[in-house]
Nanobody, 121 residues
Framework: QVHLLESGGGLVQTGGSLRLSCTAS????????MGWFRQAPGKEREFVAA??????RYADSVRGRFTISRDGAKSTTYLQMNNLKPEDTAVYYC????????????????WGQGTQVTVSS
């Protein structure tokens, strides 16, 4: 079983930056792809970014502003968010899957509890 714990959320003004962290425990995630998703009030959860050990993938809405990365030694995945906009306000979830493919975004089977990101205008 993989446990994921997010941190780093908070309140920031438009144009500001935040870095989210997701630390995995329970078993190694070295063979896992890791992703970030978000859910805004009244909306469905949506894909944000994903990373394996050789590639990254981003939603069009965040490409060029967000950067996903991972530190294997720390079993931690990061999401650096720059130039934040009010529409980025959401609960951000970390997710993992035992696969190195980033093609699908509907097959993640491990999820964290989420961290709130609020961007004020």
């Amino acid at each position: 079983q993989v446990h994921l714990l997010e941190s780093g959320g908070g309140l920031v003004q438009t144009g500001g930056s935040l870095r989210l962290s997701c630390t995995a425990s329970g078993r190694t995630v070295s063979d896992y792809s890791m992703g970030w998703f978000r859910q805004a009030p009244g909306k469905e959860r949506e894909f944000v970014a994903a990373v394996n050990w050789g590639a990254t993938r981003y939603a069009d809405s965040v490409r060029g502003r967000f950067t996903i990365s991972r530190d294997g030694a720390k079993s931690t995945t990061y999401l650096q968010m720059n130039n934040l906009k009010p529409e980025d306000t959401a609960v951000y979830y970390c997710a993992g899957k035992y696969s190195d493919s980033l093609r699908r975004v509907d097959d993640y089977n491990y999820w964290g509890q989420g961290t709130q990101v609020t961007v004020s205008s």
